[in-house]
Structure formats: structure tokens, C-alpha cells
């Protein structure tokens, strides 16, 4: 038999109720996949609601897109891609050890996620200057279309709740920021990091399904 | 502490007997002392009762409202309350039982304290999110609340559009949002429970010897999770039609109703099974130990659990018959439902097939089995019939969707609600309650359920539509009997409720393992520790392997690691033989 080997590993991180770390961040790895595909179901809704009204009125959703604007999506989708590529290089860095590289890469996907909405802000004010507002408020008139108020509503939501969820990560990533700044994450425990940057690949992928049905349908 | 013998290829596992210490002094319900001790606890048990309170107190709220509604109905005209204060209490009830009694019931109660103890675990993966998830269903309580105290709703459990979404109705805002806060207590619940499944079993217990108990909770909690978002898509949609009007629900501004209703039966219906299938996992514990016998057709109950969570995702499109859908879909639909009376046929079957033959022992918890097995029955079969397209043209909107509905809701999962609470009450307090009693209360609410649900069947038939304030005087002898009905099931609860609190005040203090079964949970204290076992279990039977001695049930890994320690470690093949 070896001698017990005399590596130490610090533990700090480890519930009680877990036997050791691997069984700790594989059971917070699933959890946050099984979180995703309720999240999935969360925007399915939505999906369902955009593919029915598309099914019965194929000539507004053409009609209506023009209205948004393919130039500013564009950026915000590279903004976003890129964001996903920072938030797993420092995935990367905190199994790496590398703290600094963990910060600096945190902060470069917030001020990505931040670029992001600051563009759906500026995107959102230009439309509520012409009246395209949600549901019964809809005073637009430069589409010839008697439900694009419905358009409208759906697109809402949908960037909406998406915005929703970049704030909501974004707070996440501040929260990362302040806990390795404490030296809390090390190449033996970075679960936190890993399964924000999950969260922030879903918030990714529904951004890639959104932008093309919403802007790039003619 | 596993060691590997070579020249004979065996694989020991040194492991030895660990017997529960009977009535021990310190255990989970005293170990932490004080009011913020409790609030703050991530004990899976501790929030078990927590939330044990919650739903008895809801439980209570809509079963008062359900004995106001029966004496109002005690006559054909108004009896003591106005036509809109019937509107508001029967969708009050509807909502209260379904959202804060029957979704949450069983996972949050029996779940939450048994599943960790099934596995051998010390706890649920997420012990944070356990007691944030009970919070957050406080929050959503708290809305509701505060809905009912300001306007209340009338547009039954439902919210259907455009009603909801216009401006009558109450304060269905409040009341929307506190059930959509209330579903992210059930995702986070269910997330909860699969993570443990998958993550924190004990050494030994592969997917072959997960009590059937787990296999009911695995398919509900995908249920909830696959299901309850939907549920939060559909009610912000709904809540932002009436901020903002956008129209998507609500046809005065180009929405489509129906819609809404798509939406809300993806939920809906599979919630009904979020609430009857983790009962199933009760029932196959609560037979095979009073049997003493193997279950029957381990693998089929285990399965077909799952498959009625999947057919259930198919079926939505019945709540729907007349609402204007396509001959196809709903024939469709129809066809669809009467697959989901298959699983649910094997569970019964299998069920039956534990008890042939068996050393039958009649108590209170088997005693609400059989009384589920008889009512579920008829609620199951009932259900079968509506689902059958020509013939729930006639019954729609009638008592007998009303009584179908409380067959199996109430005759199916309160009943393995009962059977489960009675069966794990000894674990949870270490206190026994009055069999006598038990058993009587039990005669009672059966007679009275009976009573009370049976004439709604022929009330239906007859004709008499559901939500209804006033009724022709022909149906006035079916609705009296059924008020005396609930009048007797209001006294068996109140006796249920004495005899509980005697039993946790001055009841005899219950043995770790009163009904002699093989399960994990049986083979730890009563109550339990605070980190539920003193070891780490090693399973190598079954739950259900009641042909095997005791001793095989109770093993552990030893606590050192050193073969010179003053605990001599016990070698399974040894001890084995030694048995035989």
C-alpha cells in the first residue's frame, strides 16, 4: 500500500452534506443544466406564442420587422457572442488559478452584457418616439397592418424578459467579482463561475434564436 | 475501506451492523432550540414540517370555504351569501387547494423529509435553496393573501380570458403573481429532488433499489419542472395583459382566447399529476410494507410513474373539447387521454398483486391505501369516460367533472397523502397516535366522502352544471345529502387534527421501526438525528426484500478506516453465511 498522499486540498468550500468536492460541483453543475431547460421552457411559451401568430398573420411579421433595426441587432449579437467567449475564458482562468485573469475577464463580460443594453435602450426610446408601444397603447401608423400592435407586444416580451435575464446575470457576475477578489475561488473550486457562465451561454443561445426570428425575417 | 482481494477477484466492502438507537435523546427536533433557530434552518426535515404547517393551514382555509359553499347550496335559492360571494369562495377554494394544499403537498411534506432519508443522505443537494424555495412559497402566499383581502376573485381557479383579463373580476393581478412566485417554489423544489436522486445516493443504492417512493417524486419533479414554467410564461402574459393590454390573449384588442387556454392545460394538466403520482409512490411503500412482501412488478410501477409524467405532457387538449378545437385535435386528444388509463391500470394491478398472498396487516396507514385504491378507482375511471369525446359533450361543465375531480383529487391524493402521513408520523415526531382513532376517523371521512361526492356523479348526469348559485328543485335532495356528506368529512378532520396534537403531546413514543419495514428510512432513529444517520449506509438488498433478515438491512461503513479499531467491521460475505 502507498503512503497517504500528502497533497493538501483546501476544503473550505465543502458542505457537510457532500462527500467530497467532485460530488459537490456535479450536483451544482446539474442542477443549473436542469434550471436551464426550465428557463428553455420559460421562453417556450413565448416561442409558441410568436410561432401561432406567425402561422396566422405570416404578412405582418414582414411587414413589422422592417420596423427594427438589423444594423443595431447585428452589433448586439456580436456583443453578445463575444461575451460568451469572455465568460468561458474565465472559466478557464479560475481552473487555471489564474485570479487576475478571472477578474479582468468577469468585468469585460459585464461591460459587454452592459453594451448590450445599452443598445436595446436606445433601440427601445426610438421606438416609443413613433408610438410603437405594447398591446392597446400602440399608436404607430406606418404599418398597414391592423394586429401589428400584437407584433409588437410579442417582441416586447421576448427582448423584454431576455433583458430581464442579461440584468440578472450581470448582478451574477458583480457577485463573482466581489467573491474572487476574496480569494474564495481556486483551481480546486470555482463552481459558482462555472455555472454562471452556463446561465450566460443559455442567455446567449436565446439572443442567437431571437435576433434572426425577429430581425432578419425578410 | 474498500480492499481489494486479488487472488479471488472479490471486492469486500468492510462494513458493519449499525442498530437505530430507540428514542434517543437528542435528535433533530431538539438538537437546535429557538424560534430563529427553526426559521433559519436548512434541515430538509425542519422545513418538511414547516412546511407541513403551511399546507394544513391552507388546507383548513379551503376546506371551510368548500363547508361554506356546501350550505349555501343546501337550498335552490340564496341561502346566506350573495351570488358574487359564491363566484369569489368557489374560485378561492379551487385556487387555495389546488396552488397552496395539493401542488406543494407531497414533495414539500413527505419529500422533503423522506427523500434524503431514502437515500442515505445527509441532506437534499441544495439545502439553501430548499429553505429559499419555502420562502418563496410564503411570498407567494402572502399575495395571494393580500388578493383575497383586497377584492378577491371571482373568475374560478382557472383565470380563463377574456373575464380575467378585463377589468371585472377582483384583484386577479395579485393573485396571478402570487401563484407565479408560488411556481418558482415548485421548479426549485423539483430541481432539488432530481440533483439528489442523481447525485447523493448512499453506496449500494443503484437504480434497481430506489424505493418506489423516489421513483414517484423523480416523475412528478420533472413534471414540475418541465411544466410549472410554462405555467409562469402563461400567467406574466396574463398579468401583462391587464398592466399593459398587449393583446395577445385578450380579443377586444386582436387576441386569441383559446389560446390562453392552450397555454394554461400545458400546465394544468400536467399538474394534476404533479399531484397524484408522487401519491402513487406513497401507496407502493405503504402496501409492501403492510403486505410484508416484495412489490410486484418493481420495474413496471417505476416506469410506468414515468409515463404517465409523458403522456401527461399529450393530453392538455381535453380540458378543451368544447371550446372550439378541431374535430381532428380533439379526436386526437381523446385518443391520447384513455393511453394515460394504461400506466395507471398497471399501478393498480401490480398493487393488488403485492397484497395476493400476503401477510396483510390492516393498519391505519394500509387502511387509507385500500380506501385510495377504491376511490381512485372510480375517479380513474371516471375520467376515462370524459375523456371520450361524445360522451363529455353531455358531462362538460357539470358536477360530474366536480365529483370526477374530487375522486381523484381528494379520494386519490389526500388519501395517499393521509396513508403517507400516518406511516411516516412515528419517523417525524417519534410519538405513536391512537390506531383506535385513527381508524375511526378514517370509516368517517370515507362515509363522508362518499356522501358527499357520490350524488354529484348523478347530479352531473342529470345535468347540473358546475359554479352554479342557484338550482332547479329537482337536484335539491342529491345537494343536501351531499352537504351532510361534507358536514361529517369537516368531523373527521377535526378528530384527525385531535388526535394528532394528543399524539405529539402525550403520545407513546414510537419504536425506530413500528411497522417492521426494510426501508432506509425504518433503519435510523426515531426521530431522526439531526444528520439522519450516524453512518454512511450501505444498501445491498432491496427496500422490499421482505424474505431477508433484519440484519442485512442495517449495515454501514465503518466509521475507521484502521482493521485494528475496537469496532470490529463485519464482512458482508461472512455475515451472510453465518444468516443462512
Known amino acids: 500500500m502507498s503512503q497517504p498522499s500528502s497533497v493538501e486540498e483546501k476544503l473550505d468550500h465543502l458542505q457537510h452534506h457532500f462527500i467530497d468536492s467532485d460530488q459537490q460541483f456535479e450536483a451544482s453543475k446539474l442542477g443549473m443544466w436542469i434550471f436551464l431547460v426550465t428557463e428553455i421552457l420559460f421562453f417556450g411559451g413565448l416561442f409558441a406564442a410568436y410561432i401561432v401568430y406567425r402561422a396566422w398573420y405570416p404578412e405582418l411579421y414582414l411587414l413589422a420587422s422592417e420596423e427594427l433595426d438589423v444594423f ?96 440578472i446575470g450581470i448582478g451574477l457576475m458583480i457577485w463573482l467579482v466581489f467573491k474572487a477578489k476574496k480569494k474564495v475561488f481556486h483551481s480546486g473550486y470555482y463552481t459558482p463561475v462555472e455555472i454562471t457562465g452556463l446561465y450566460w451561454h443559455l442567455v446567449d443561445v436565446i439572443w442567437i434564436f431571437l435576433f434572426p426570428l425577429l430581425y432578419l425575417i425578410d | 475501506m474498500a480492499t481489494n482481494d486479488e487472488s479471488k477477484n472479490v471486492r469486500k466492502l468492510q462494513v458493519k451492523r449499525f442498530k437505530p438507537e430507540e428514542n434517543p435523546e437528542k435528535h433533530y427536533l431538539n438538537q437546535e432550540k429557538g424560534l430563529w433557530a427553526w426559521m433559519t434552518t436548512v434541515d430538509h426535515k425542519k422545513i418538511g414540517l414547516m412546511y407541513l404547517g403551511s399546507i394544513t393551514f391552507f388546507f383548513f382555509i379551503a376546506g371551510v370555504l368548500a363547508l361554506l359553499l356546501r350550505t349555501e347550496l343546501l337550498t ?137 417512493n423516489l421513483w414517484g417524486l423523480y416523475a412528478t419533479s420533472i413534471i ?27 380579443p377586444a384588442i386582436g387576441g386569441d382566447p383559446v389560446l390562453y387556454q392552450h397555454f394554461f392545460w400545458f400546465y394544468s394538466h400536467p399538474a394534476v399529476y404533479i399531484m397524484i403520482v408522487p401519491g402513487f409512490g406513497i401507496i407502493s411503500e405503504v402496501i409492501s410494507t403492510f403486505s410484508r412482501k416484495v ?91 370524459l375523456g371520450a369525446l361524445a360522451v363529455d359533450i353531455h358531462l362538460h361543465d357539470t358536477y360530474y367533472v366536480v365529483a370526477h375531480f374530487h375522486y381523484v383529487m381528494m379520494g386519490g391524493m389526500v388519501m395517499a397523502f393521509l396513508a403517507g402521513l400516518h406511516y411516516w408520523w412515528p419517523k417525524m415526531f417519534g410519538k405513536m397516535y391512537s390506531e383506535f382513532w385513527a381508524k375511526i376517523t378514517c370509516a368517517i371521512i370515507f362515509i363522508g366522502f362518499n356522501m358527499t361526492f357520490l350524488p354529484q356523479f348523478v347530479m352531473g348526469s342529470q345535468g347540473m352544471p358546475r359554479r352554479y348559485f342557484n338550482y332547479i328543485d329537482q337536484f335539491q335532495s342529491f345537494h343536501q345529502f351531499s352537504t351532510i356528506g361534507a358536514y361529517i368529512m369537516g368531523v373527521g378532520f377535526l378528530i384527525m387534527a385531535a388526535y394528532m396534537i394528543h399524539s405529539l403531546v402525550k403520545g407513546k413514543p414510537a419504536s425506530s421501526n413500528p411497522w417492521g419495514s426494510r426501508a432506509l428510512e425504518w433503519q435510523t432513529s426515531s426521530p431522526v438525528p439531526l444528520h439522519n444517520f450516524e453512518h454512511t449506509p450501505v444498501i445491498i438488498n432491496g427496500p422490499y426484500d421482505y424474505h431477508k433478515p433484519m440484519s442485512e438491512f442495517q449495515l454501514g461503513i465503518t466509521a475507521s478506516q484502521h482493521a485494528h479499531h475496537a469496532d470490529k467491521p463485519v464482512d458482508i460475505s461472512t455475515q451472510e453465511k453465518e444468516q443462512a
Open chain 2, 76 to 212: 335552490p335559492a340564496r341561502s346566506f351569501m350573495d351570488a358574487d360571494m359564491y363566484n369569489q369562495v368557489f374560485t378561492l377554494h379551487g385556487a387555495i387547494m389546488i396552488f397552496f394544499f395539493l401542488v406543494p403537498s407531497v414533495p414539500t411534506v413527505l419529500g422533503n423529509f423522506i427523500l434524503p432519508l431514502q437515500l442515505g443522505a445527509k441532506d437534499v443537494a441544495f439545502p439553501r435553496l430548499n429553505l429559499a424555495s419555502y420562502y418563496i412559497y410564503v411570498v407567494g402566499a402572502l399575495f395571494t393573501l393580500f388578493a383575497i383581502f383586497t377584492g378577491g376573485i371571482d373568475t374560478g381557479w382557472t383565470f380563463y380570458t377574456p373575464y380575467s383579463s378585463s377589468a371585472a373580476g377582483g384583484n386577479i393581478m395579485a393573485m396571478t403573481f402570487g401563484i407565479f412566485i408560488l411556481g418558482f417554489s415548485s421548479i426549485l423544489t423539483g430541481v432539488n429532488f432530481l440533483v439528489t436522486i442523481h447525485k447523493m445516493r448512499s453506496p449500494g443504492i443503484t437504480w434497481n433499489k430506489l424505493p418506489l
Open chain 1, 72 to 167: 443595431w441587432g447585428t452589433v448586439n449579437t456580436f456583443v453578445l457572442i463575444g461575451s460568451s467567449l469572455t465568460v468561458a475564458m474565465a472559466i478557464r482562468s479560475a481552473q487555471l488559478n489564474q485570479i487576475r485573469g478571472l477578474i479582468i475577464n468577469l468585468w469585460i463580460t459585464i461591460g459587454l452584457a452592459l453594451t448590450f443594453m445599452v443598445i436595446k435602450y436606445f433601440e427601445y426610446v426610438e421606438k416609443f418616439e413613433k408610438g410603437i408601444l405594447p398591446g392597446a397603447h400602440y399608436s404607430y401608423e406606418g404599418i398597414a397592418h391592423e394586429k401589428a400592435n400584437i407584433f409588437f407586444s410579442i417582441y416586447y416580451m421576448m427582448t423584454g424578459l431576455h433583458g430581464i435575464h442579461v440584468l
Open chain 2, 295 to 385: 412489490i410486484f412488478g418493481y420495474w413496471a410501477i417505476a416506469l410506468s410513474s414515468l409515463a404517465i409524467a409523458f403522456i401527461g405532457f399529450l393530453v392538455w387538449g381535453h380540458h378543451m373539447f368544447t371550446a372550439g378545437q378541431s374535430s381532428l385535435a380533439n379526436m386526437v386528444f381523446s385518443f391520447l387521454t384513455f393511453l394515460v388509463g394504461i400506466p395507471t391500470g398497471i399501478k393498480i394491478f401490480n398493487w393488488l398483486a403485492t397484497m395476493y398472498k400476503g401477510s396483510i396487516d390492516l393498519k391505519t396507514p394500509m387502511i387509507y391505501a385500500l380506501v385510495f385504491l377504491f376511490l381512485f378507482t372510480i375517479g380513474g375511471f371516471t375520467g376515462i369516460m
Open chain 2, 224 to 250: 414540475q419542472i418541465l411544466a410549472t414554467p410554462v405555467l409562469a410564461i402563461t400567467l406574466l402574459l396574463l398579468t401583462m395583459e391587464r398592466m399593459l393590454s398587449i393583446g395577445i390573449f385578450d
